[in-house]
């Protein structure tokens, strides 16, 4: 992106690299840095304006996508304020209006969703889903908020110590990892009694039963939750929770740095969506 | 086929051209109203502007006296120099002490600031190069300086017209002219020194603080500091002996021309008072029989041309070392 200096390696970008061909490359790629900065004493509006004027946008076409990204962003009312009076939330919408006046192909998100109420995120959240999804674009999202990339991200890359370690779909993830492994299943349901263990243990593939607070834990050789809730059912028990641990990103995450154990800088989840070549 | 290929080639390098300068309009355009309509710099400028109306002032009052005890003309450029008894300023002393401190003000915080501000990651992940920012930035410095000068200069001639009603002669005008434009040359020195300090340090304060830091060095310790090294060097303890008073006065002069502010102090004088015919050691023997007459406007420029060199390039040599230091820098927060 023009910010940074290489050290060694080389970085390829539709095929342009960004040392020798920055202007291409910047023009492709869209950054929001985490604590997205504007102009305090302009007006939102004007901030935009400038950016477009820094992409050379003529001018019809710049307001026409300023205004467009604005009724996206939903600030079309605060478009004349100053951003100094902005809220968090609201700045990180005026960022993703800056992207969208730029439109580019590929989007890089450096932690969206930081210091921002949970309505703000949602909303924020679903903004990025429609990015990605509507106009086809290819968003990278840096970030420590697992459970948020979980949801609106395809693909995630695993990073420890500046190393990407594992990437793929989090499905994928979660098979590479828990391969040959012991599954480990939740289970809820009333009344808990000794019929229910019974029950439990009458599967060949449960290996072990552990019991904590009203939460029973299974560790099963391979996964049994259909047969295991109809049973359950069709015994007279009510069904309140089967959950297959190990599949969420945050399980998947945690496996993976005790892996690597030792110390690590900083861990980070990278994700692309509907990518294209 | 050459034949083809030749224009193709020719369109090629423009666009290349046009690419490098690619947003150096918008930074300018944003820079420049930036400054118009900031308050730092309408308290600067109103600053300025009333210095120059007391240094009106005190011409106004003591101009007829002044006038009077030298028979010479040049009326008119005496509005800018001549200085009151009981206020030893006009309107050059001004200038001279106030304008770094403009420079220095419009760009402190000039890169460091967006950086604070997380502003400088976003715009330069647009399609410019880093040139078109700091190239921007400093154009539109320059662009606003000259209209300051510009029109205090004329401000200035424009009242003083008014109070004694002398016209100016085209020579004065001339002079007057140029000596704005030295004016907007120093400035511009102390705006790209304070332009690499602000992307040198990280801190705004610091830069801050580094720029006044040097401009109270220069208009202030540099002279003693100067003095001391020159007496250091070549000490007379012969007030007799020519070779050793020479000596000391020629590294004295070498030395206090290293400072910007003596390069802009003897041009402007050299401009704005044409009965200047040399500047440095002049002998006895070399005055003697000369003929006591002002000089003519194209002898002035040429008398002070080193000097205006000498600006420009302390200038250029500040922006480049801005500029190299500039386009390594890491950016990322």
Known sequence: ?277 | MSKVAMPKLNLQELNNLLQANRGLAAVVKKEVSDHLSGKRFLILTLLVVAACLASLYIAATSIRTAAASQESSFVFLRLFTTAGANLPFSFTSFVSFLGPLLGLIMGFDAISGERDRGTLSRVLSQPIYRDALINGKFIAGVIVLAIVIFGLGFLTGGMGLIIFGVPPTLDELLRILAYLALSVVYISFWLALSLLFSIVFRQTTTSALAGIALWLFFSLFAIFLVGMIADAVCPITDSNNLEQVMANARLHQGLSKLSPNTLYDEATVTMLNPSVRALGVVMLEQIYGAIDAPLSFGQSILLIWPHLVGLIAATLICFAAAYFIFMRQEIRA
Not at chain 1, 90 to 119: F, H, N, S, Y
Not at chain 1, 228 to 247: D, E, M
């Open chain 1, 1 to 277: 992106m023009g910010l940074t200096e290489p050290t060694e390696g080389s970085v390829s970008i539709n095929g342009f690299d960004p040392a020798r061909d920055p202007l291409r490359v910047k023009s492709l790629v869209a950054y929001l840095p985490d604590n997205v900065g504007f102009y305090q004493d302009m007006s939102g509006l004007a901030n935009l304006r400038y950016t477009a004027a820094l992409n050379g946008l003529p001018p019809e076409i710049a307001e026409k996508r300023i205004q467009n990204a604005l009724a996206k962003v939903e600030l079309t009312k605060a478009a004349e304020r100053k951003v100094g009076e902005y809220s968090r939330g609201m700045r990180q919408r005026l960022g993703i209006a800056d992207l969208l006046v730029k439109d580019p192909p590929l989007i890089i998100m450096d932690e969206p969703t930081l210091g921002i109420d949970p309505e703000g995120i949602r909303e924020l959240l679903e903004l990025i889903k429609e990015l990605a999804r509507e106009d086809n674009r290819t968003i990278i999202i840096s970030s420590h908020l697992l459970q948020q990339v979980q949801k609106i991200c395809d693909q995630v890359g695993i990073f420890v110590k500046g190393k990407m370690i594992a990437s793929g779909t989090i499905d994928q993830l979660g098979n590479q990892l828990l391969a040959g492994q012991k599954l480990k299943l939740e289970l809820i349901a009333e009344p808990q009694d000794e019929g229910l263990y019974k029950l439990c243990q009458s599967f060949d593939a449960v290996l072990e039963l552990k019991k904590e607070d009203q939460i029973l834990t299974l560790m099963c050789a391979e996964d049994i939750r259909p047969q295991l809730a109809q049973k359950i059912v069709t015994a007279g028990y009510k069904l309140l929770h089967l959950h297959l641990r190990g599949f969420s990103l945050d399980d998947i995450y945690q496996r993976y740095f005790q892996r690597e154990e030792g110390n690590y800088e900083q861990g980070r989840d990278a994700e692309a969506k509907p990518s294209r070549t």
